[in-house]
């Protein structure tokens, strides 16, 4: 029902900056949550970043004082500001949406869609 499109990757060199958007559409059950995850080829998907209705934030310790959660309620879009970029930072970033009580997409499942691919290299 509800469909989230994630856009904003791309190549960046070491120390430099990214904004990533996604944007859930469908659905006029409000959102409760949002959040970021990301995931390097063959390693487990990590957390990244939570925001909440009332915009309350958590981080996880690998992005804290470097990444910023944010959202626009009247566009149901969620934004991830990331700067001061690292190699390690290099890896397909998701968005997830709590629409009520249920989550868009499964923590269970493998596949979350293409995602937005963030490369930080020199």
């Known amino acids: 029902q509800v469909q989230l499109v994630e856009s904003g990757g791309g190549l960046v060199q070491p120390g430099g900056s990214l904004r990533l958007s996604c944007a859930a559409s469908?659905?006029?059950?409000?959102?409760?949550?949002m959040a970021w995850y990301r995931q390097a080829p063959g390693k487990q998907r990590d957390w990244v970043a939570t925001?909440?209705?009332?915009?309350?934030?958590n981080y996880a310790d690998s992005v804290k004082g470097r990444f910023t959660i944010s959202r626009d309620n009247a566009k149901n879009t969620v934004y991830l500001q990331m700067n001061s970029l690292k190699p390690e930072d290099t890896a397909v970033y998701y968005c997830?949406?709590?629409?009520?009580?249920?989550?868009?997409?499964?923590?269970?499942?493998?596949?979350w869609g293409q995602g937005a691919q963030v490369t930080v290299s020199s």
């Open positions: 997830n949406v709590l629409r009520g009580i249920t989550w868009v997409r499964q923590l269970r499942d493998d596949y």
């Open positions: 925001i909440s209705s009332g915009g309350y934030t």
């Open positions: 469908g659905s006029n059950v409000s959102i409760n949550l």
